[in-house]
């Protein structure tokens, strides 16, 4: 075998696992152009990372991702892992973590590393990290109401203010709670309307929209640019509508990411709240299927 014939076993692994996934997944092109730079919210594999955090990543690595969202971080760590021992791990794995998970921490008053409770380390441990988002994850049941959302306009404005000192741009992720009227209005509307829209962006989850009946595409128009983060998942045709990998279900995703532009998309996540599948095959299917989508 010559130079220009030696595989790496970075190369071989990847291969390897790409071929895996096609012969579970019958019909899979594992050898089509990757998207770009596709990014998971490793809250998919929540149940393989404690086993083994480097593995893992490994696996997502060679799979093809190129970007993690991250969540969890708790006291100053990401994993169990100091941010320089895991920026130096990602890294090693040709990775980045441009965005990360976070709460308010209204529900956890003990916690740090929330919004509410040591978020200046949580900023300034993002940004060792080299994260440019740090987002808002989600509203435990107990503050929801609207008095709530009105108090989480002036939580989210503040915390943005701390982000914005050190270059991270802070942002909230949706469910379909959101979208669920109270009071004669949408509590997603509040928050787009009370938060200053150069401190506070939105992660548009694609599936939870959709799945409250929301068109992605008109939220884009009626908010451009407000929307630099998606969460990529597919919606099942069935009459639960329950999460599928991208391609297996309804969504349109070609005509939404037509609208990136609108959006301002900076960077899309793949995540699966729940697998029918092992989690590495699931991932693994919704990587390729994107490389279908012009983006």
Known sequence: MNGSQKVSRKDFLKTSALAMAAVLTPGLDVFAKPAKTVGLQLYTLRDLLPKDVEGTLKKVAEIGYKEVELFGYSDGKFFGKTPAQF?????????????????TGNTM??????????????????????????????????????????????????????CKASGIQFAYHNHDFEFKPMGGQLPYDLILK??????????????????????????FKKHPGRFPLWHIKDMAKTKEREFAEVGLGSINFQRIFDAKKTAGLTHYFVEQDICKRPPLESIAISYRNLTKISV
Do not use: I
């Open 109 to 162: 008053p003990n916690a740090k590393g929330t919004l509410k409770k040591d978020w200046k380390r949580a900023v300034d441990d993002a940004a060792t990290l080299g994260q440019k988002y740090m987002v808002c994850a989600y509203l435990f049941p107990e503050e929801r109401k609207m008095d709530d959302y009105k108090r989480h306009v002036d939580l989210f404005n503040k915390s943005a203010e701390l």
């Open 87 to 103: 920026s130096a791990l990602l890294k090693s794995l040709g990775l980045s973590a441009p965005s990360g998970h976070y709460t």
């Open 194 to 219: 009370g938060t200053d829209p150069n401190l506070v962006k939105m992660e548009l989850d694609l599936y939870w929209a959709s799945f409250a009946g929301q068109d992605p595409v008109a939220l």
